[in-house]
């Protein structure tokens, strides 16, 4: 059973930054790509920034600049580092992997993580 736990959510001050950490219980290489997610009240989940397993990332256009997923393959753990925070990006914060098993694919997910942003 995989399991996705973040961690690092809180209430920080606009301009400022916070680092979100996501420990998988099992290697994160057996992922096909690893990424966040995040749901504001009333809005739709949305994607924030994913890595593969090949190294490539992707962000959406809204933090593009501003944050950066990273990954730490001997503590099984991604990163998303969020710099220069925005009232726009409090949210709660997703962590998932996903697995390619053809033709389809397993989606695991994490219990999410509080942002706040505000002064």
């Known amino acids: 059973q995989v399991q996705l736990v973040e961690s690092g959510g809180g209430l920080v001050q606009p301009g400022r930054s916070l680092t979100l950490a996501c420990a998988a219980s099992?290697?994160?290489?057996?992922?096909?790509?690893m990424g966040w997610y995040r749901q504001a009240p009333g809005e739709q989940r949305e994607l924030v920034a994913f890595?593969?397993?090949?190294?490539?990332?992707k962000y959406a256009t809204s933090v593009k600049g501003r944050f950066t997923i990273s990954r730490d393959s001997a503590k099984n753990t991604v990163y998303l580092q969020m710099n220069n925070l925005e009232p726009e990006d409090t949210a709660v914060y997703y962590c998932?992997?996903?697995?390619?098993?053809?033709?389809?694919?397993?989606?695991?997910w994490g219990q999410g993580t509080q942002v706040t942003v505000s002064s």
């Open positions: 998932t992997a996903r697995t390619l098993v053809l033709p389809g694919k397993i989606d695991y």
């Open positions: 099992g290697s994160i290489f057996s992922f096909n790509l």
């Open positions: 890595i593969t397993s090949g190294g490539t990332t």
